[in-house]
């Protein structure tokens, strides 16, 4: 059964593979979040210089384009700044080395709350597409990163050493569109989070059906848990 006991939290963390990532899948929540008091901070992987069907835009300027509208979209929320990796957009794997500056990034923000994909949706039939494989990387690196990397003093020594502190996160919740078992009230934010994705005009050309579609969803959402408009979510509650 869905748990729709509210979180509460003081510190969130959001890790996404490409700029827009977390505000289409997570937006609603993470403007609620701040509205509440929390401190939001999004950590975005890849540099989305390949996210374009426009054959005259260069990648270096896609870059910049997109990370400006993802700051944008960050400060829509109440969000308190992103971070960017830099790492090449649609080439993203799984490696020690980005695992580290996750857990880095991690043990500075030290969230009680990390809001990331699930890395185990590779497809869904019902909406018909393919996940991303960078974000199956970046969602699987984030799940190792928070557990057991970031928490172990061993791992990463290094980092120990320069006074990056192990850090346990309490709750990860997991973005999902077909299942979930938690849902976050966006009755107040959804607005919110169609000015976000507003924000990344350069991925979105046409807002008003993507708005349509969203509302829809969270309506559905909404309609199971007693809120109005709802974001849905795989909550985890770490126990160590």
Do not use: C, W
Request: charged share 25%; net charge neutral.
């Amino acid at each position: 059964m869905p748990d729709f006991t509210p979180l509460k939290p003081k510190i969130v963390l959001g890790i996404a593979a490409h700029p827009d990532d977390l505000d289409f899948g997570a937006a609603g929540t993470m403007a609620a979040f701040a509205a509440s008091g929390a401190s939001v901070h999004y950590l975005i992987i890849t540099d989305g210089s390949k996210g374009s069907s426009n054959t005259k835009i260069s990648s270096a300027d896609l870059i910049k384009i997109r990370e400006k509208e993802q700051r944008r979209a960050v400060k829509i929320i109440g969000g308190k700044g992103v971070e960017f990796l830099g790492y090449p957009d649609g080439e993203l794997e799984i490696t020690m080395q980005l695992k580290r500056e996750v857990v880095k990034a991690i043990r500075t923000v030290r969230p009680d709350v990390v809001v990331t994909m699930d890395p185990s949706m590779l497809y869904s039939v019902e909406r018909g597409f393919i996940n991303h494989p960078d974000h199956r990387a970046a969602s699987q690196t984030a799940l190792d990163a928070v557990f057991p990397l970031a928490r172990d003093h061993l791992t990463f020594p290094e980092l120990y050493a320069q006074g990056y502190n192990p850090h346990k996160t309490k709750t990860v919740l997991l973005i999902n569109f077909d299942k979930g078992n938690f849902v976050v009230d966006i009755s107040e934010t959804f607005d919110k989070k169609i000015d976000a994705l507003k924000a990344h005009a350069s991925q979105i050309p046409n807002i008003r059906l993507v708005k349509e579609m969203f509302e829809e969803l969270a309506r559905t959402v909404g309609q199971r848990s007693g809120y109005k408009l709802g974001e849905s979510f795989v909550r985890i509650d770490l126990a160590n």
